[in-house]
């Protein structure tokens, strides 16, 4: 699908979205960035994509929130005219251990937490913007999953929900290929070691880079190339791609 003139919805517009989000604009599609705490970040992204000639708007959201995730596609479509690719991209990432997990009120508000933003909102957004992407004949969406659940296995304790989020998250990308073909193209990236998380100690960084064989961080502009690719792929849908470096083969 060619990108000129289409218009593209990112959940979670900081960070790796914020690369994204640039990438789709540089093609020419207009962009509308979802943010909960993060508003400068998203403003000044849609600032520089204005500021190059792109079009782009910036919606505070709480993806948890059903009524918002409904209004937000209405007013994308309103304000941008129109809805054909959504990279859903909103996470939330906890360690939490399972003896925490076991406390009955704390466990169910993680769990809940998890599947709310990292699975739930992407199936209410892909439900909600389909019928906008087969008006226009053809639509993307690229959700993006876990290099760890990818690989079919957990590795890491304290991730429960998380995991277990992200592979309802795979298993959804899946269904959803197999449910709106031939009009809509569903697929995932899983990212692998990209940027650095805050508090990585030297030590921990150093075995991350050991147990990845291409011995680097791939950085944002890594993911945005995989977007890119399902969205302007014509004949891929219902895949998961690992963009990790080869940390899986560990």
């Known amino acids: 699908m060619k990108l000129n003139g289409r218009v593209a919805l990112i959940t979670g517009g900081a960070r790796l979205g914020r690369t994204v989000a640039l990438e789709l604009a540089r093609a020419g599609c207009g962009v509308a960035l979802t943010y909960r705490t993060s508003k400068d970040s998203a403003e000044k992204t849609v600032k520089q994509i204005r500021d190059g000639g792109g079009k782009s708007i910036a919606v505070p959201v709480d993806v948890t929130k059903q009524n918002e995730l409904k209004a937000l596609v209405h007013d994308v479509a309103r304000r941008l005219g129109g809805l054909s690719v959504l990279v859903n991209m909103a996470s939330w990432y ?110 921990q960084n150093k075995e991350v880079l050991q147990n990845t064989p291409l011995g680097r961080w791939g950085g ?31």
């Open 220 to 250: 944002p502009e890594e993911i945005a190339k995989a977007v890119l690719f399902f969205i302007e792929s014509d004949f891929i849908t219902g895949e998961t791609l690992r963009v990790d470096g080869g940390r899986h083969l560990f």
């Open 94 to 203: 906890e360690k939490i251990s399972l003896k925490t997990l076991q406390k009955k009120d704390e466990g169910i508000k993680a769990f809940d937490k998890n599947i709310a933003v990292d699975l739930r909102s992407a199936y209410t957004l892909a439900l909600m913007c389909s019928p906008f992407m087969k008006k226009h004949g053809e639509g993307r969406i690229v959700n993006v999953c876990d290099w760890v659940v990818a690989s079919g296995r957990p590795r890491y304790h304290g991730f429960l929900p998380y995991y277990t989020a992200k592979a309802g998250l795979k298993g959804l990308t899946e269904a959803l290929a197999l449910e709106l073909a031939p009009h809509v193209l569903v697929n995932a990236v899983a990212p692998g070691p990209i940027l650095p998380p805050k508090g990585l100690t030297s030590q």
